[in-house]
């Protein structure tokens, strides 16, 4: 049975099952006495913005909602119908896996998992999205992983340490959300239609709305032109990239200040919305751009260890790296690290450290390991049913420190280095 991902940064929440892609942001929209949610919520938010809530996944809590929006009672109802919608848009997936924010709070956590308690699904995992991630590159020691939701964005500092990813420190940047970003791109192609055509599409909720919708393809046609020519209620302005680019400016500010001074090796990763404002990426010499399947396929590779289907769910921030990175479409996309020097001598398994011995240290029942060749490598009558990093083994394959092995029947162990 097919595990389905839920990525829930609200401003493009996702959902995987398999092959399916569904995109359901987060904008609560009454009508009536029914809440329309996702992208058809987002499409009316300049034209009913009192029957709209976009804050209700970033204020998740059973406080009064202020002010009210029909029958809900708090965000925690909100999110509660938002997480239904999906279920049943879908297809209904019996099983997720949560990728989250590495900000959210401890108490939100513990709400959102209590709320999946009353949905017609389970959830078996619990990760931070910025973990898992930073998991799929293995050439640096400290990651920035850029992301940007509603309300805010947040960078998350990771550290790679033997093979481990780990998450360090959150720094949230109230005040530069997508949100934000979206109010000061449109004010600036709104100045451009002004001072061109003396046609301001903000001055209607209409106009205005369509300007937003248009936004993304403005984006996209700026990420291969200089220049881009967009066209309104018959009306044409020309929309320069070095103009937008200052949208961004207080976003910038905002992480340099909160992260400081950063070393030569350290390595940026961007969420798919701050990779596309315009001028961004290339103010960082060490960024990636993430693209919007490198979520689903990282996750999928630590599915083993990250399922927890017997005993309640543990916030996950912390995973062993991953070689390779792969699309929907197992094309390898990341690069693939180099050889480590870095030779185990202990097998941790089940709370105790073993050591390693050359003519073979019993992992299970059929599964061995030997030192072969001057490497560590496993020895089975089923070696393609053993997973190493959440990918499955392949015969000969040398073992490093900080490489999770497991196996379908629930296997699990870590190599490691313990030094005198």
Same mark, same amino acid.
């Given at each position: 049975?097919?595990?389905?991902? =839920? ?51 970033? #204020? ?5 909602? $202020? ?12 999110? %509660?119908?938002?997480?239904? /919608?999906?279920?049943? $848009? ?8 949560? !990728? ?8 939100? =956590? ?5 709320? +999946? ?12 999205? @910025? ?41 949230? =940047? ?9 109010? *000061?791109?449109?004010?600036?192609? &709104? ?17 205005? #709305? ?27 302005? *020309? ?12 976003? =910038?500010?905002? +992480? %340099?200040?909160? +992260? ?14 701050? &990779? @596309? ?16 399947? /490198?979520?689903?396929? !990282?996750?999928? $590779?630590?599915?083993? @260890?990250?399922?927890?289907?017997? $005993? ?5 921030? @912390? ?9 929907? !479409? /197992?094309?390898?996309? %990341? ?17 105790? !450290? ?55 029947? &629930? ?10």
């Amino acid at each position: 049975m097919t595990i389905a991902i =839920l990525d829930i940064v609200d401003a493009s929440l996702q959902l995987w099952d398999g092959e399916q892609l569904l995109e359901s942001p987060g904008y609560a929209l009454l009508d009536g006495q029914r809440y329309r949610f996702g992208l058809e919520a987002r499409g009316a938010a300049r034209l009913r913005p009192r029957d709209i809530n976009n804050r209700y996944w970033w #204020q998740l809590n059973t406080d009064v909602l $202020q002010p009210e929006l029909g029958p809900a009672r708090h965000t925690a109802d909100l999110v %509660h119908a938002h997480l239904l /919608d999906i279920y049943q $848009q879908a297809g209904k997936p019996k099983e997720l896996i949560i !990728a989250a924010p590495s900000g959210m709070q401890r108490e939100q =956590l513990a709400l959102l998992l209590g709320i +999946i308690k009353q949905c017609p699904f389970d959830a078996v995992g619990l990760v931070s999205r @910025s973990v898992a991630l930073a998991s799929l590159f293995g050439t640096s020691d400290r990651f920035f992983h850029l992301e940007i939701q509603l309300q805010q964005a947040v960078v998350s500092e990771l550290i790679n340490r033997d093979g481990v990813v780990n998450l360090h420190k959150v720094f949230p =940047l109230p005040g530069n959300g997508l949100l934000h970003l979206q109010e *000061r791109l449109t004010g600036i192609i &709104g100045s451009a239609f002004i001072r061109q055509t003396r046609f301001d599409p903000r001055r209607t909720a209409e106009s205005e #709305q369509r300007l937003y919708d248009h936004l993304p393809d403005v984006l996209l046609a700026l990420e291969e032109h200089g220049e881009y020519d967009l066209d309104m209620a018959g009306y044409r302005a *020309r929309i320069g990239r070095k103009d937008l680019a200052v949208a961004a400016e207080p976003l =910038l500010k905002g +992480i %340099h200040g909160a +992260i400081g001074k950063t070393g030569p090796g350290d390595r940026y990763l961007l969420d798919p919305i701050a &990779g @596309s404002l315009p001028g961004f990426a290339e103010l960082f010499s060490t960024a990636h751009r993430l693209e919007n399947n /490198d979520l689903s396929g !990282a996750v999928s $590779q630590h599915q083993d @260890s990250l399922v927890q289907r017997e $005993q309640s769910l543990n916030f996950v921030t @912390s995973l062993p790296r991953l070689a390779t990175g792969t699309n929907n !479409a /197992d094309t390898v996309v %990341h690069e693939v690290s180099p050889p480590r020097p870095d030779t185990p001598s202990h097998l941790l398994q089940g709370g105790h !450290a073993r050591p390693l011995r050359a003519d073979g240290t019993m992992l299970d029942g059929q599964c061995e390991l030997h030192f072969l060749g001057g490497s560590w490598q496993l020895q089975s009558d089923r070696p393609h049913s053993m997973h190493v990093n959440g990918v499955a083994y392949t015969p000969g394959q040398a073992l490093y420190c900080g490489d999770s092995i497991s196996s379908a029947d &629930g296997t699990r162990a870590l190599l490691i280095l313990v030094e005198d």
